[in-house]
């Protein structure tokens, strides 16, 4: 009898969060012979990503609380059985010791309860929620009943438990930024995935992550700190939430003495939505920024600025802390754009489509608006429009930007902000379609991200050059600052090495992009 | 025994031993032998803050203790003498944390061992604690309760928790039951 | 605990979930307590039964 190629152990009522998870089975991976390796408890979602990663699963019975460790070999069949028996002990030496784990303090007990941690920090004012979606809106539900502000970074959370959480917490007077949110900042501190930018006299409600990330970075980089970030997820200014949380966080920092300037952030919202944050900020009498990325809204006036993308939004802000002109900053950021022809011009000009990889879905978006300004239509698997949507995510036509923070990516995933394999691979894949003149991609740094993204891209970057040669350019944006843990100037200095072109926004590189193959 | 945060009552000696063979007789002169810590265990009273945190350490009995769920759920606590695998069954091991937590509040213990009903060295515990005597850690735990600090709680709540395979997660379960019980804390 | 008060405050925060997030809080020198989170149905509500259990009379 053949021996098996795959194996599958149970651990019973063992339960570990999914970044540790995903990051075990990454670990197995770097295993010479294993080709598939899965961490996962027990839920019918993750059989089906099992049974589609190929795994045999007939006479598995783990239940939702239990572990199931699956790894499967391509090795030779005498090898397999030692292989496979290696890297299942491997997986339970990497969980007893955790990748996470490090900063704790070794062997101090953690609390099974909400009121043991209440214990512990009497006078706590937040919890910071990233279990499966499934459970978390209830688990948010006891902080809200606790007293507690809630930051919810899991996703899967449905709507109609998203408007029951919010009410509830808005009764109270307190804040649930999320679900989705993966960033916040209180106090200049970063929760989640954000940099390590000193804190001022700007605060910010963002109803998008990654374009909260990139106007803390281009404010940081005009010398303009964050006092707050808050974060409401990305669904809170449609129709169905209609806002509450972001009305309630503009409220909260117009009351703010701290707080001189104010921006607001997202993709639009729905119109009803816009009308009561645009009537709310207004009344306030402070200095504002609307940064509605590709909205309609247009027009400037009682001193409450609208503007269309993430880094105009931060110059225009930066600008009125500093006392300075918001209309003047935003004329000279876009006739600093212009001088990107010439940039263009020397890298030299690329024929054939544009390929976009992003990590961030607002700079995916954002990028997406300022290409197709310059070129033309735009593919996707989020495009601006849904006749422009792609048929497969893995498969760019024409110009393309593709987004790999979407679900589709992350499912039983980590995210690509903290594993960047997929995109170092796609790099090489695009690099082989002769259609391809440009390749455009983003490196997010700060807390929460991969410790060295730009090392993980080099390897795709090196065999894409390999393959292409001088025909096509790459170009990529740095959302982080030198403060952040990875520094911003030594992945710049990485990159750059690789002859990629780094510019200073997301906006940059997108104009960038396009302006190499315009014309 | 490996370090001296494992040191009970009667095992304040095996440090300073050399290695013997299985069946040697030894004479031990205790003078000259290093005191380590006091197992005495003074009258104390749980900061009501930690009540919380302790409270949810009878979830230990979940998992790997459910078979001692049933009797704490009728506190028929003599059943759980002796009850569990390994030298020092988990269910004495619970009554030792039980025994600690009423002793240490001056309140009754609501068992009596018979001799020969679990393994020696349970037997050997189970008479220090009800002597009023207790192994390092949880003296150290104890001392922690009674105070605001919760680095000294959490740091002493996790070396008895990795104690052994079940032992001390049983004995924060125990103690537990005598500090936050219904009826008993 | 109003928003407000989180504001002037700074986060204190009960971190339920990726470890990671504790610890970069921790490297902010933010106070911060992470707990070891499992589905209630693993066995958390056990302290819940307890009571009912007790409560229903023995």
């Known amino acids: 009898m053949p021996s098996s190629n795959q ?16 990051l075990v089975a990454k670990e197995l991976l770097k295993t010479e012979g294993v080709s598939v390796a899965s961490l996962s408890m027990g839920t019918e ?25 699956a790894v499967k070999t391509d090795a030779p069949e005498g090898e397999r059985e030692a292989l496979l028996e290696g890297a299942l002990e491997k997986a339970k030496e990497y969980l007893a010791n955790p990748p996470g784990r490090k900063a704790d303090s070794g062997g101090d007990y953690r609390p099974k309860s909400l009121d043991g941690a209440l214990s512990i920090l009497p006078d706590a004012n937040l919890a910071l929620i990233s279990v499966a979606g499934k459970y978390a809106g209830d688990v948010a539900m006891d902080c809200i009943g606790k007293g507690l502000n809630v930051m919810l970074y899991s996703d899967n959370v449905p709507v109609e438990k998203e408007v029951e959480i919010k009410k509830a ?68 200014v449609r129709r169905e939430v209609g806002g509450i949380m972001c009305l309630q966080a503009v409220n909260a920092l117009l009351a703010d003495d701290e707080v001189e300037v104010l921006t607001v952030l997202g993709k639009p919202p729905a119109p009803e939505v816009e009308q009561k944050i645009l009537q709310t900020v207004k009344a306030g009498k402070k200095p504002a920024v609307l940064g509605f990325i590709g909205g309609e809204a247009k027009g400037d006036s009682d001193g409450v600025f609208i503007c269309r993308e993430l880094e105009e939004t931060a110059a225009v802000a930066a600008a009125l802390a500093k006392g300075e002109d918001g209309a003047r900053a935003r004329e000279n950021l876009f006739r600093d754009y212009e001088s990107l022809r010439q940039r263009a011009e020397t890298i030299g000009r690329r024929k054939g489509f544009l390929r976009g990889l992003y990590s961030g879905g607002t700079l995916c978006y954002e990028g997406q608006l300022i290409a197709r300004d310059i070129l033309g239509p735009i593919r996707s698997n989020t495009p601006l429009e849904k006749e422009m949507k792609l048929e497969d995510s893995l498969r760019s036509e024409q110009h393309s930007m593709v987004d790999y923070g979407e679900d589709e990516f992350t499912q039983g995933r980590l995210h690509p902000m903290i594993d960047v394999s997929l995109r170092a691979e796609r790099i090489y894949e695009e690099a082989k379609d002769p259609e391809v003149g440009v390749i455009l991609f983003d490196v997010v740094l700060g807390y929460g991200c991969n410790d060295d993204p730009a090392a993980g891209l080099a390897e795709g970057i090196r065999k894409a050059r390999s393959a292409a040669g001088d025909r096509i350019a790459f170009v990529a944006s ?14 710049r200095r990485i990159l750059e090495e690789l002859g990629v072109h780094v510019c200073e926004s997301n906006a940059r590189a997108a104009r960038l992009a396009a302006m190499i193959l315009e014309g | 025994m490996t370090s001296a945060e494992d040191m009970g009552p009667r095992t304040f000696l095996v440090k300073t031993l050399p ?28 900061n009501p803050r930690w009540r919380g945190l302790v409270g949810e350490w009878r979830d230990f009995l979940a998992d790997e203790l459910e078979d001692l769920q049933e009797p704490v759920i009728r506190r028929t606590w003599d059943e759980l003498i002796g009850r569990g695998p390994g030298s020092t069954p ?44 207790i192994w390092f850690r ?9 105070s605001e600090d919760p680095v000294a709680v959490t740091g002493s709540a996790g070396s008895i928790a990795d104690w052994g395979h079940t032992s001390g997660r049983a004995w924060l379960a125990g103690l537990s039951e005598a500090l936050c019980g219904e009826r008993t804390g | 605990m109003s928003v407000t008060k989180l504001l002037k405050e700074g986060p204190k925060v009960v971190n339920i979930g990726v470890e990671q997030f504790y610890a970069d809080l921790k490297t902010q020198k933010a106070e911060a307590v992470s707990m070891d989170w499992k589905p209630s149905a693993a066995g958390g509500d056990l302290l819940a039964r307890l009571k009912k259990l007790r409560k229903g009379g023995n």
């Open chain 2, 19 to 46: 290695n013997f063979r299985g069946g040697e007789n030894v004479i031990v002169v205790p003078e000259g032998v290093q005191v380590i810590y006091d197992p005495a265990l003074p009258a104390g009273k749980m």
């Open chain 1, 169 to 236: 917490a808005a009764e109270k007077g307190l804040l649930v930024m999320g679900p989705d949110c993966g960033t916040i900042i209180v106090r200049g501190v970063a929760l989640g995935m954000a940099n390590a930018c000193p804190p001022g006299p700007v605060s910010i409600v963002a109803a998008a992550g990654t374009g909260l990330q990139e106007v803390h970075v281009q404010l940081a980089r005009r010398g303009v700190g964050v006092l707050h970030g808050i974060g409401t997820g990305g669904r809170d």
């Open chain 2, 90 to 133: 988990a269910g004495d091991d619970f009554l030792s944390g039980l025994a600690s937590g009423m002793i240490w509040q001056g309140k009754a213990v609501p068992f009596h061992p018979v001799p020969g009903q679990t393994t020696w060295l349970s037997e050997e515990m189970l008479r220090d604690t009800l002597a009023g005597g």
């Open chain 2, 138 to 146: 949880a003296k150290r735990l104890l001392g922690a309760l009674a």
């Open chain 1, 45 to 69: 979602a993750n059989y089906k990503i099992m049974g589609s990663g190929g795994f045999d699963l007939g006479g598995v019975d783990a239940t939702p609380n239990d572990l199931i460790i």
């Open chain 1, 478 to 491: 740095i959302c982080g600052v030198d403060t952040d843990p990875q520094n911003a100037s030594e992945q």
């Open chain 1, 7 to 22: 194996r599958i152990q149970i651990i019973r009522r063992t339960y570990y969060d999914s970044v540790t998870l995903m």
